[in-house]
């Protein structure tokens, strides 16, 4: 059996001693499951949950960074008496492979703002993305390549 699912049985259990399905005590039973796990994890013989676990999350910390950094750009560049901006597309060559990992690339570029995920090429090689401001693509393929694809693959592989 999966041990997120053992980890939602146990959230549901703690819901279920405490009375209480609300959002934050069944987050509460999640990390108290968690850490029941973790104790244990000798026992039943695997690490992997945790590691995977705390990659995901990773991804989940860095989405929530570039949300804030990219909204703060974005109204800087708006609020500026005089917009410059140099909109524009890009293709960006892709490291990942999969269609789960393609897709989650393609919405975590489009949530952030300035950014749109536009197409994916046949060949599923190419991503081409719309950017608010194209002064310097490079950069934004580096950006991209380092953060978001990086912990993708981190997490997923």
Known sequence: MSLLLVNLLLML????????????NLLFGFVLGFFAIWLIREQIGTGGYFGK?????SLFML??????????????LVLKPKMVVRPGIFAFELTVDKDF??????NLITL??????VDVS?????L??????????EAAKKDIAEGFERKILEAFR
């Open 13 to 24: 259990a703690w819901g279920a001693m405490t009375g209480s399905f609300a959002e934050l």
């Open 122 to 126: 046949a060949d599923r090689k190419l």
């Open 128 to 137: 081409f993305v719309h950017a608010l401001d194209c002064s310097d693509i």
């Open 53 to 57: 676990t705390i990659r995901i999350f």
């Open 63 to 76: 989405f929530l960074k570039e949300l804030a950094m990219s909204a703060v750009r974005v109204t800087v």
């Open 101 to 106: 990992e393609i897709a989650l690339l393609a």
């Open 112 to 117: 952030t703002p300035g950014t749109l995920s």
